[in-house]
């Protein structure tokens, strides 16, 4: 019988292969890992997104980076003031709008003055109300009506109408870049 490669080295050699071959599988194993648990938090946990024009101003600006929670959802609703990132079908990028109506609630809006079942509601993080009207509108079970805080140029569901709860994919929750504009979104 012949030896092998292996069997003809020298221990030395043969130790040598066997910790590069260790070295390099242990390093396989561990990026292999990393890239799964990578996967694991930008599908379910969290994931960074970039603002995208200016319908979210003054609370949001263009080119802000926010880091998107996608936990909270899965356990709770959104509430109204949430600021959230949702898919609609027309738009090849998420959209950032703020929840302003819940499901059952009744949507109007008279000379810029948000009414939620014939009550007005105090906006804060409007810099302004502009004067137009939307016609009174029942958000179905299920369903949130989203808003930009900017909403001369905001295309929400004034446009698309209201969003199903499926749509949303997260929070915005935390802005990291500009540095001026880091903190939490609200």
Known sequence: MMP????????????????????????????????????????????????????????????????????????????????????????????IKRVVGLPGETIAIQNGQLFINNQPVTESYLSHLPAYNYPSTTVPQGYLFVMGDNRIVSRDSRAFGPVSQDQILGRAWLSYWPPQDLGLVK
């Open 4 to 95: 092998s490669d292996e069997q003809e080295m020298e221990p030395e050699s043969r130790s040598f292969l066997q910790t590069v071959r260790q070295i390099i599988l242990e390093f396989l194993s561990t990026a292999v890992r990393a890239a799964i648990l990578a996967f694991l938090i930008i599908y379910f946990v969290a994931q960074t997104s970039i603002v995208h024009g200016y319908s979210m101003e003054p609370t949001l600006h263009e080119n802000q980076r926010l880091i998107i929670e996608k936990v909270s959802y899965r356990f709770e609703q959104p509430m109204r003031g949430d600021v959230v990132i949702v898919e609609v079908p027309d738009s090849e990028i998420p959209l």
